[in-house]
């Protein structure tokens, strides 16, 4: 619960700059990351609009961001992977990668970058349970190379197969639920708390995430042993 509370939380601060730097690089003014969210998190109605009102930010902010933002938005970002990376190294028993580990987390971030520009596209070719495989497909992939680049490719990717394979059947089975869950919780919270709120609920979801994932790791881990020795 801690571990999962923690990467939440890191996640969650790494969230805010990104919407302001991307938003003062885009001539959008961050809608476009906006809308990208809410077509991710599969929101409509009144839950869309609190989301965009929550992340919009006014034009002067937009216009101070510099070279200062952009290294904020890095240093958050080294922050969540660090918080990932601790995850694998704790449930792979390996030893602390200090200084190093920034750039396997430099390669993570970039990678999932693309990941998340280009799976949508990929998914929607397809429909049905053939659009769930291959989504379950690629979610597979991610995180079989996620704690494979992480922790600097110390551990080999047959052992991370279960690991991955978890993982992404989880946060699958989770996307399916938050479909029904999230609308109502974030559009609930802002009537009731305004932006405090939206971003209480977006805290909530991202622990559920979390949870996920280090409920996967540890298991994962844990199945492997007897393969490993």
């Known amino acids: 619960m801690d571990r999962s509370m923690a990467l939440a939380g890191q996640a969650f601060a790494a969230l805010m700059p990104l919407l302001i730097v991307v938003g003062a690089a885009s ?64 449930a792979w028993r390996l030893p602390p990668l200090g200084m190093s580990g920034n750039k396997w987390g430099l390669a993570w971030l970039a990678a999932f970058s693309v990941f998340w520009s280009v799976q949508p596209a990929v998914v929607e070719v397809f429909d049905g349970a053939v659009a769930l495989s291959v989504t379950i497909a690629t979610s597979c992939a991610l995180w079989l190379f996620t704690p494979w680049i992480l922790v600097g490719k110390a551990i080999p990717w047959r052992l991370l197969v279960p690991q991955a394979v978890l993982t992404s059947v989880g946060l699958t089975v989770f996307s399916v639920a ?7 919780a974030v559009a609930s919270a802002a009537a009731q708390f305004g932006f405090i709120g939206v971003a209480f609920a977006l805290l909530s979801w991202l ?13 994962g881990a844990t199945l492997a042993e007897p393969a490993g020795q």
Not at 68 to 82: E, M, N, P, Q
Not at 207 to 218: D, G, K, S, W
């Open 27 to 90: 001539s959008a003014g961050g809608e476009g990351l906006a809308e990208s969210l809410i077509d991710r998190l599969e929101l409509s109605g009144d839950a869309a609009e609190a989301l965009r009102a929550a992340v919009a930010t006014p034009p002067d902010v937009y216009d101070s961001v510099s070279v200062t933002g952009g290294l904020l938005l890095v240093i958050s970002a080294l922050s969540f992977t660090r918080a990932l990376q601790r995850l694998y190294v704790l």
């Open 207 to 219: 622990f559920l995430v979390c949870f996920a994932l280090v409920a996967a790791a540890a298991l």
């Open 178 to 184: 938050s479909a029904i869950y999230l609308p109502r």
